[in-house]
């Protein structure tokens, strides 16, 4: 009888050893998930971020690029965890990925929160923009992110077309006769904006303010979503480590103890 509790207990073992091998594989792919979703986010979206008068939308895009590299450094120490069968290893190793979820609960619920204020605040700063910097001396960066606006998303104008005409460059000598810049055509070719008709430029509802809108809501709600999503997993894993065997208590960082 002892003999097949001894047995048992040692399959259980072994069960949840690889539970939360398994576990903490698809934790590691969050991590790397997370980071990828942020990286990407910056590489190569990062055009766009000149339109914006904030910052929350870069900067819930680096929270998650530190939390995602915490989670998989994290969890290649919960692989060696594991591997040591050590449950005071695992705790700790699980405490350290509760305050990283944290973090990362905390960057999807700012991506949630601050949509609104983000597209808020666009309404009132492309058209500005467009108004009032483009083209403009010391605005180069400006320019190349309303130009890459304009083409990405085949629009023109930060409502409509008609915004163009209140701009100081196409007020100016500089525009050579333009009624719009040359990347509201669908075609760009040289002074191609100085016909403005709809089979000529890009003539979109809403015009750019509506595309970018819901180009932040894409976006910010799937960082949200990651964030969350992979914080909501942590309950479970920490409810295993309360059923691992204790073993080899307080020697998480150095040699296992002989007999």
């Given at each position: 009888m002892a003999h097949y509790k001894a047995e048992q207990d040692d399959w259980l073992l072994v069960y949840l050893k690889?539970?939360?091998?398994?576990?903490?594989?698809?934790?590691?792919?969050?991590?790397?998930?997370?980071?990828?979703?942020?990286?990407?986010?910056?590489?190569?979206?990062?055009?766009?971020?000149?339109?914006?008068?904030?910052?929350?939308?870069?900067?819930?895009?680096?929270?998650?690029?530190?939390?995602?590299?915490?989670?998989?450094?994290?969890?290649?120490?919960?692989?060696?965890?594991?591997?040591?069968?050590?449950?005071?290893?695992?705790?700790?190793?699980?405490?350290?990925?509760?305050?990283?979820?944290?973090?990362?609960?905390?960057?999807?619920?700012?991506?949630?929160?601050?949509?609104?204020?983000?597209?808020?605040?666009?309404?009132?700063?492309?058209?500005?923009?467009?108004?009032?910097?483009?083209?403009?001396?010391?605005?180069?960066?400006?320019?190349?992110?309303?130009?890459?606006?304009?083409?990405d998303f085949k629009c023109c104008g930060s409502n409509s077309s008609a915004d163009w005409q209140h701009s100081a460059y196409i007020l100016s000598q500089e525009a050579e006769g333009r009624r719009v810049p040359d990347s509201c055509c669908k075609t760009v070719v040289a002074r191609c904006g100085q016909r403005a008709h709809p089979s000529n430029i890009y003539k979109v509802e809403g015009g750019c303010v509506s595309k970018l809108e819901q180009f932040l809501a894409d976006h910010l709600l799937l960082m949200g979503a990651v964030g969350i999503g992979v914080a909501c997993l942590q309950p479970g894993m920490n409810h295993m480590v309360t059923l691992f065997p204790r073993k080899d208590e307080g020697k998480c960082l150095g040699a296992r103890g002989t007999t």
């Open positions: 690889y539970l939360l091998f398994v576990f903490n594989f698809f934790f590691w792919v969050g991590g790397a998930a997370i980071m990828a979703v942020g990286v990407w986010t910056l590489v190569e979206k990062s055009g766009y971020l000149s339109v914006l008068a904030s910052s929350t939308f870069a900067a819930s895009a680096y929270i998650l690029i530190f939390a995602g590299a915490l989670v998989m450094v994290t969890g290649f120490l919960g692989f060696c965890a594991i591997v040591r069968e050590d449950r005071s290893c695992l705790s700790t190793y699980f405490c350290l990925l509760l305050a990283i979820f944290l973090v990362e609960l905390v960057a999807g619920v700012l991506a949630h929160m601050y949509y609104q204020r983000l597209s808020d605040e666009l309404k009132q700063h492309l058209t500005r923009t467009l108004a009032e910097n483009y083209r403009q001396p010391g605005a180069a960066d400006i320019t190349t992110s309303v130009d890459r606006l304009q083409q």
